[in-house]
């Protein structure tokens, strides 16, 4: 819950930079880019991958790829994009309440990614590409795509504790002298 509130507060604020050369314009992202997000991160250059090395967003690597748009209109599963270059809507169903979820917005040479809150599973809202910039460094490109990312689910159990071999020694050594002085008593008596 308090990571969650943490995204929420950094959401309310740009968190993302991107530079892409000492003559091109600054360009971030808002969570008013992608409408129901909490949070975002960006602009970037290239590709939104966690598979890259080094790559993480909202402080995890371990994002799975589910579902993807190649334009600024269509639908893949649950995903459906809707609008015209530099904005749109969208509408997203089918998800899991145990997965948190994030969205990237590719346009141009750059990406930004953008992260909804844990349980939901179903939104719907607006997009548009102002958090991107373009080849010249202004910002607005054409929508190239929208992927949408869950994390990992670990369904191994978590290790049963096992006690540790000097603790099971302390107390076989209790129960020994437990067993010893019942038994003095019992010869006394």
Not at 66 to 93: A, E, F, N
Request: aromatic share 8%; proline share 5%.
């Amino acid at each position: 819950m308090l990571k969650q509130s943490l995204y929420a507060l950094a959401g309310a604020t740009v968190i993302g930079t991107s530079f892409v050369g000492s003559a091109e314009a600054q360009v971030t992202c808002d969570v008013s880019n992608f409408t129901e997000s909490i949070a975002c991160e960006g602009a970037f250059s290239g590709n939104a991958s966690p598979d890259i090395p080094g790559n993480t967003y909202f402080g995890t690597s371990d994002w799975t790829e589910i579902l993807k748009v190649d334009s600024d209109s269509g639908t893949d599963g649950g995903l459906t994009v809707t609008g015209g270059g530099t904005s749109g809507g969208y509408s997203l169903t089918g998800l899991a309440a145990d997965h948190q979820y994030m969205v990237s917005l590719k346009g141009g040479p750059s990406f930004s990614v953008y992260l909804l809150e844990a349980g939901i599973t179903s939104i719907s809202g607006l997009w548009n590409t102002d958090g991107l910039f373009k080849g010249n460094g202004t910002s607005g490109p054409g929508l190239s795509n929208v992927v949408v990312w869950k994390t990992r689910v670990d369904d191994t159990p978590p290790p049963e504790s096992v006690p540790e071999p000097a603790a099971m020694a302390g107390l076989m050594a209790v129960g020994a002298g437990i067993v010893l002085n019942r038994r003095k008593k019992a010869e006394q008596a």
